[in-house]
């Protein structure tokens, strides 16, 4: 067996050569990701997967990662109250989107918003759409709708974001159950209006 880096999870596992099966390292922090998706072409090693964070590559350029990531100093661990408002663009605006969302994020313009990621053009076969593309915000305190909704209403206003009349946060434990693509129908925890 082998400890390898997964691109996708963000976390070291052991990779059964002989099986062909992945087993969690147990001493691995939470999954942190969105849309789980991984084969053994997606395993990197760990050097391999900085240059995909807090980088200034663009979705349209990159091809060999699912995601980019965009990581503050958050110092609390990830946990099953993690959740995410998701927006999502055509595929032709995801870079311009991408670039304004790290520099609101770098900016402390996000309040709430502990993490990011941006889709690639790398073909996810757990997304709904191979036209659109999506930015995950990340937040802590799921369970507390207020909160919740205060930061989706901040993000809507500072992205300025037209795309959709509703935009919906959902719950890590949620992704874990399936997407829409997979046969999963609730897929969410909180909705928003959009009134931009």
């Not at 922090?29 to 084969?39: A, C």
């Not at 998701?86 to 595929?91: A, G, H, N, S």
């Not at 313009?109 to 036209?131: Q, Y």
Request: aromatic fraction near 12%; charge should be negative; include cysteine.
């Amino acid at each position: 067996m082998e400890h390898k880096y997964n691109t996708i999870t963000g976390n070291y596992h052991w990779y059964n050569n002989i099986s062909s099966k992945w087993e969690e390292d147990e001493t691995d922090e939470e999954d942190e990701t969105d849309e789980e998706y991984e084969t053994e072409k997606d395993v990197v090693v760990k050097d391999d997967l900085s240059k995909f964070i807090n980088t200034d590559l663009l979705p349209e350029d990159v091809c060999d990662s699912y995601w980019l990531w965009e990581r503050g100093n958050f110092s609390g661990k990830r946990t099953e109250d993690t959740g995410k408002w998701m927006l999502f663009y055509d595929k032709l605006l995801m870079n311009d989107s991408w670039i304004h969302a790290k520099k609101l994020y770098r900016e402390n313009k996000l309040p709430g918003i502990i993490s990011m990621k941006c889709c690639t053009v790398k073909k996810n076969p757990r997304a709904s759409s191979n036209n659109d593309g999506v930015i995950i915000l990340y937040c802590t305190n799921s369970s507390n709708e207020k909160t919740i909704m205060k930061v989706g209403q901040n993000v809507l206003e500072m992205f300025k974001y037209k795309r959709r009349r509703i935009i919906y946060y959902k719950t890590d434990s949620q992704t874990h159950e399936g997407t829409a693509a997979t046969g999963c129908k609730t897929n969410h925890t909180y909705k928003l209006f959009n009134h931009l």
